[in-house]
């Protein structure tokens, strides 16, 4: 899987101020917004137009130990759609998705 994951400035703003407001960490944030948006069925295509000028991540920040899990479940969930190149936005758009989606904004 790639090493570095961009997420858009507006996925940056809410991270940071959800950070602030309750302390979680944004790479933990991160992660269950991913979580959510896959778990909802958003689908990444390549003819959607994903920011990616925020907030810079190190895949391990991101997802700490379990890397190799979340690389399998998005594989499970893609198939063979994309290729390495593509990770990091199919990646980005989830995040951005999941905090957006009404259900995380009532979790957070």
């Known amino acids: 899987m790639i090493t570095k994951i961009n997420v858009s400035k507006k996925a940056t703003s809410i991270l940071t101020h959800l950070h602030n407001t309750i302390r979680l ?4 944030i991160a992660r269950n917004a991913l979580m959510l948006s896959m778990e909802n069925g958003d689908r990444y295509n390549s003819k959607i137009d994903v920011d990616t000028s925020g907030k810079e991540f190190n895949s391990y920040t991101l997802f700490g130990e379990n890397e190799k899990i979340f690389e399998m479940m998005l594989r499970q969930y893609y198939g063979n759609e994309f ?3 593509h990770w990091g936005t199919v990646i980005s758009f989830h995040i951005e998705n999941g905090l957006g989606h009404k259900d995380f904004n009532e979790i957070f």
Do not use: C, Q, S, T
Not at 25 to 28: D, F
């Open 83 to 85: 290729d390495e190149n």
């Open 25 to 28: 960490r944004p790479n933990l």
